[in-house]
């Protein structure tokens, strides 16, 4: 009868103990207070099977795109110029490479799609000059630099194959800055770039200015002076003719008054007397001294008739 007893005692407490542990966790093992369901340890998402893929997607913005693709978005943001469009102007297709079907060059957008073949034949492979798609114009001189055939046969840089008229007029009039420093010693920091004369080379005179340098040279064929205006200061020819413009200072004429692109309206070319004179002298006397120079010695240094 003891033993029954203690066995019966013994059933009711654990009979008690399962009734708590209900109470607290939930039929279905969840925590929360007694008699509330509770939260489940991991929610079960709303809607199952069809439910989930009923929702219309709508297309992913660039930068959702630069969530996981922030190199090629950064290069956009920082340098990506007319190609700053939505990624899917490109990528039509897009997380669809499978490396054993090797569907890359397949998948990848195709320039000439767009742009067609603007250099014609000289260059059939775009990513050779704009290596980085995302930043079109940042493109490396190096590969630019390389000698190749150009018109007539002619060796030339392939820059010259976009910029036609700087790659002739580089050929045309070789100077130090094709055959020294070439394209890249002024453009290289940046495709487009225009440095000014003065990073390299000293004024002639402390007061000039970039502009002033390209009065009379022009930076792909510096050494033939440029036609320039009759307005031109003697001064600033005075910085390679310096013996001329000291005569013209030091004997004053008429002659010293006047721009020198009055009689020099070209770079080198030298008027003749007659052109602006006529024969003021009379026949008799221009027969013979047909020379003006036989009397008149320097046009820069005119003697001077002291008993007038």
Not at 280 to 295: A, M, S, Y
């Amino acid at each position: 009868m003891k033993k029954y007893l203690v066995l019966s005692a013994f059933s009711l407490f654990a009979a008690a103990a399962v009734f708590v542990l209900v109470a607290a966790c939930g039929p279905t093992g969840r925590t929360g207070p007694a008699g509330d369901p509770g939260t489940a340890v991991r929610e079960e998402a709303a809607g199952s099977g069809a439910d989930l893929y009923k929702k219309d997607i709508k297309p992913m913005a660039p930068e959702e795109c630069g969530r996981c693709h922030a190199y090629q978005f950064n290069w956009l943001k920082d340098k990506g110029g007319k190609h700053r469009q939505d990624c899917v102007f490109c990528h039509e297709q897009f997380h669809a490479y499978n490396p054993r079907l090797d569907n890359w060059d397949a998948l990848m957008p195709k320039c000439a799609d767009c742009h067609g073949m603007p250099h014609e034949n000289g260059f059939s492979d775009c990513m050779e000059c704009h290596r980085q798609p995302h930043a079109p114009l940042v493109i490396d001189f190096a590969i630019l630099e390389q000698p190749i055939s150009g018109e007539g046969g002619r060796t030339e840089l392939a820059c010259a194959k976009c910029h036609a008229g700087e790659g002739t007029e580089f050929a045309d009039f070789p100077s130090k800055h094709n055959s020294e420093v070439n394209c890249n010693g002024c453009h290289a920091a940046e495709h487009g770039a225009i440095p000014s004369c003065l990073d390299c080379h000293s004024p002639h005179l402390p007061t000039q200015e970039y502009g002033d340098c390209l009065e009379c040279h022009a930076p792909h064929s510096a050494a033939a002076i440029r036609q320039y205006s009759e307005n031109v200061p003697n001064v600033a020819c005075s910085a390679c003719h310096k013996e001329v413009y000291a005569l013209l200072q030091g004997n004053v004429t008429r002659h010293s008054a006047m721009q020198c692109a009055t009689c020099h309206p070209t770079h080198g070319q030298i008027q003749g007397c007659r052109d602006c004179h006529g024969e003021p002298h009379g026949d008799v006397l221009h027969q013979r001294f047909i020379d003006c120079l036989e009397c008149h010695i320097d046009p820069h240094n005119l003697p001077i008739n002291l008993r007038k």
